[in-house]
């Protein structure tokens, strides 16, 4: 069954990562009106880099360090910065995290759709079909 989970590997990485996007910017509309807020996005890059490091075999489970120390995750979990500033210090740009949220939405549908797609075709492959 190892041949299963490297082909779902890929997928659950992509989800969890759009979940955590879509955590973070559903976080930046809800503090949009809270004086002081910084809003966070993921950085696409440090999770390239993540998932590079992982794809690698390491013989013990330090040998690959996140930077700071921090989980892939949370490492890349970026302040973002704003087109406008604003005299409150909050750096929530509520027209831009709408159409982020509604892009990383529709990416999100995606990737189950692709899932989906493939369970279903290895359901055929099982069943016969």
């Not at 069954?1 to 969890?16: G, P, S, T, V, Y």
């Not at 002081?36 to 590079?52: E, L, P, S, W, Y």
């Not at 794809?55 to 995750?73: I, N, R, V």
């Not at 973002?80 to 929530?92: A, E, H, I, K, L």
């Amino acid at each position: 069954m190892n041949f299963i989970d490297k082909d779902f590997a890929l997928h659950e990485r992509a989800l969890r990562f759009r979940g955590q996007r879509m955590e973070a910017l559903s976080s930046n509309i809800a503090n949009a009106d809270t004086p002081g807020f910084k809003a966070r996005d993921v950085d696409f890059r440090q999770v390239m880099k993540t998932v590079r490091t992982d794809s690698l075999t390491a013989t013990q489970p330090k040998h690959y360090e996140t930077e700071g120390g921090m989980p892939p995750d949370q490492a890349a979990l970026m302040y973002r910065v704003p087109f406008n500033t604003s005299f409150d210090g909050n750096t929530v740009e509520l027209s831009i995290e709408q159409a982020s949220f509604g892009k990383a939405s529709g990416d999100f549908q995606a990737t189950l759709s692709f899932l989906e797609n493939r369970v279903s075709g290895i359901r055929r492959a099982l069943k016969g079909e």
